[in-house]
């Protein structure tokens, strides 16, 4: 769904462990650059380019990428889009997310125990193989460079202007994006669409919840007309009056 000249929610759907569920990465562009705000899960790939090719575009012309956080839904393809280019992509994250996503540290929320449950709750009718495979993938996700670290507060030179937002809590270098010409906050986890109402972060999907909420007051500065967030996709009501509420202002 194109929001405005320069910006379109992308749908990315498939049925994993006996669930359909759909993520909603960003596509940025203008005369010059075409940016996506976060990958899929791993092998999504796919079903990413058939996604971008709905627009219009085609993934071969990515500049750059941008990642909000760490965990594996936002970055599971991203070896595999640069890899799919043609020319270099630059990636940008934030410096805390950086050694995650380049995997020198392992995935914050990926530790043995959570792992192990992951494993343990996927339905009876899974295969041996493929949990294994599953396993192996969360013990060795993907990983990619990031060769631009970008911070809060600086505006990208790109599609009008891209104001960079610190969202830390759900990771602890979470990052949020404003695209300031149609006005759209691509709030990555910082906060969630749940039948068509706007809602904050998930208490039981966050490094650390209380962080997580305070940091939402860093987007009441900016006129958001509307949200684009990776579960649940887009909220278009009075953005600003709901982030309060939701800070407890």
Not at 52 to 73: A, N, V
Not at 125 to 132: G, H, K, L, Q, T
């Amino acid at each position: 769904m194109q929001l405005d000249k320069g910006i379109q929610i992308l749908q990315v759907s498939s049925t994993i462990m006996g669930r359909t569920e759909s993520i909603h990465p960003t596509l940025m562009w203008d005369e010059d650059n075409m940016i996506l705000v976060d990958t899929t899960y791993p092998g999504q790939l796919p079903l990413l380019q058939e996604a971008i090719l709905s627009t219009g575009f085609t993934i071969h012309k990515l500049t750059s990428i941008f990642i909000t956080h760490q965990d594996l839904d936002h970055i599971g393809s991203l070896a595999d889009v640069i890899r799919t280019c043609p020319s270099p992509v630059q990636v940008f994250a934030s410096s805390i997310e950086k050694p995650y996503i380049q995997g020198e540290k392992q995935l914050i929320k990926l530790t043995p125990e959570a792992i192990t449950q992951a494993v343990s709750s996927m339905p009876e009718s899974v295969s041996v193989e493929w949990r294994y495979a599953f396993r192996r993938t969360l013990e060795n996700p993907p990983k990619a460079a990031v060769n631009s670290t970008i911070v809060a507060g600086e505006e990208l030179p790109f599609c009008g202007g891209i104001v960079v937002i610190d969202t830390a809590g759900h990771t602890p270098g979470h990052l949020s994006f404003y695209h300031k010409t149609s006005q759209t906050l691509i709030a990555g986890d910082a906060l969630n669409v749940v039948s068509g109402e706007l809602q904050g972060p998930d208490p039981q999907y966050c490094h650390d919840f209380n962080m997580a909420k305070e940091s939402l007051k860093n987007l009441l500065p900016y006129d958001i007309k509307k949200v684009i967030c990776f579960h649940g996709g887009l909220y278009g009501g009075n953005c600003n009056r709901r982030i309060s509420e939701i800070c407890g202002l």
